[in-house]
T-cell receptor, first 115, second 113 residues
Framework: GAVVSQHPSWVICKSGTSVKIECRSL??????MFWYRQFPKQSLMLMAT?????????EQGVEKDKFLINHASLTLSTLTVTSAHPEDSSFYIC???????????FGPGTRLLVL | DAKTTQPPSMDCAEGRAANLPCNHS???????VYWYRQIHSQGPQYIIH???NNETNEMASLIITEDRKSSTLILPHATLRDTAVYYC??????????????FGTGTRLTIIP
């Protein structure tokens, strides 16, 4: 149980394009989903927290207009990197939980390379 | 926010027990200790968590000291597949009720054949 998937697993795009990453909870309903990113040789950094049906809460320093998060259902959240640039190249990881106080289960991650 | 301190790296022989320490001396009474691990280029994997009692599951055991200022994750019979970065995290409660996980640098555990 508690399986989280992400799609795509990796993506290469040109600078200036937008990229959408999907995060799905496969065997449970996730009222809360989290988005992290991880640069090489660094730890995970939380970008935003989203609750189903409401606006995401972004961490300090994360641009909400650049990283659009939609959590329209209890099993799906999407992260859209708008007008991606090479500095956005990173490993993006989502996690899901039954609620904010529950254990978070992580997806396998999406590696984004912006050329 | 309670912070954690872990050794940057450890080695363990295959088949032996791996004991990973974590200090969290500023932990609050209602904060849990969580352990995750991240194998190279994958998302973190949940291992175990606890509040004040020792916990055991199919993956590991968690020993929390009586004063809750430190804990030890025990992998009873380490295999090569246990090579990973292990994160000890104290779950933080924010003012408006949402809780987040703050990842430190973790311990890079290498299992030696």
């Amino acid at each position: 149980g508690a399986v989280v998937s992400q799609h795509p697993s990796w993506v290469i795009c040109k600078s200036g394009t937008s990229v959408k990453i999907e995060c799905r909870s496969l065997d449970f309903q996730a009222t809360t989903m989290f988005w992290y990113r991880q640069f090489p040789k660094q730890s995970l950094m939380l970008m935003a927290t989203s609750n189903e049906g409401s606006k995401a809460t972004y961490e300090q320093g994360v641009e909400k207009d650049k990283f659009l998060i939609n959590h329209a259902s209890l099993t799906l959240s999407t992260l859209t990197v708008t007008s991606a640039h090479p500095e956005d190249s990173s490993f993006y990881i989502c996690s899901a939980s039954l609620g904010v106080s529950e254990t978070q289960y992580f997806g396998p991650g999406t590696r984004l390379l912006v050329l | 926010d309670a912070k954690t301190t872990q050794p940057p790296s450890m080695d363990c022989a295959e088949g032996r027990a791996a004991n990973l320490p974590c200090n969290h001396s500023t932990i609050s009474g209602n904060e849990y200790v969580y352990w995750y691990r991240q194998i190279h280029s994958q998302g973190p994997q949940y291992i175990i968590h606890g509040l004040k009692n020792n916990e055991t599951n199919e993956m590991a055991s968690l020993i929390i000291t009586e004063d809750r200022k430190s804990s030890t994750l025990i992998l009873p019979h380490a295999t090569l597949r246990d090579t990973a970065v292990y994160y000890c995290i104290v779950r933080v409660a924010r003012n408006f009720g949402n809780e987040k996980l703050t990842f430190g640098t973790g311990t890079r555990l290498t299992i030696i054949p």
